[in-house]
């Protein structure tokens, strides 16, 4: 590291939020967009030039992107530990150790 130079800052809960937010604002925005011109090409070439399939392909998109969105905040990677007494820390509270486990599926 350099002089003068400090460590990087550990990512704090907040900014993690706020990544998984821009990513799923990011990706909605795609799917819609993507849905759209779908809609655009299969209301042209196929529907005589009505608005339904547009309407469709939009909502597709934004369902897709709010799955997408739930799926990504649900955390699917979260591992699953024990939590195991490891006596007190330097204020007299309780501290533990978190042993994580195999988890079946």
């Given at each position: 590291?350099?002089?003068?130079?400090?460590?990087?800052?550990?990512?704090?809960?907040?900014?993690?939020?706020?990544?998984?937010?821009?990513?799923?604002?990011?990706?909605s925005l795609l799917k819609v967009t993507g849905g759209v011109a779908i809609g655009i090409v299969a209301s042209v070439a196929f529907f005589k030039s009505?608005?339904?399939?547009?309407?469709?392909?939009?909502?597709v998109g934004l369902g897709t992107g709010w799955s997408n969105c739930r799926h990504d905040f649900a955390s699917p990677y979260v591992l699953h530990g024990k939590r195991?007494?490891?006596?007190?820390?330097?204020?007299?509270?309780?501290?533990?150790?978190?042993?994580?486990?195999?988890?079946?599926q």
């Open positions: 590291m350099a002089p003068g130079a400090s460590a990087p800052a550990a990512s704090r809960s907040e900014d993690e939020v706020g990544q998984k937010i821009d990513r799923c604002f990011a990706d009505r608005s339904w399939p547009i309407w469709f392909g939009s909502g195991v007494p490891a006596g007190q820390d330097s204020q007299g509270k309780p501290a533990y150790n978190i042993i994580t486990e195999q988890h079946k």
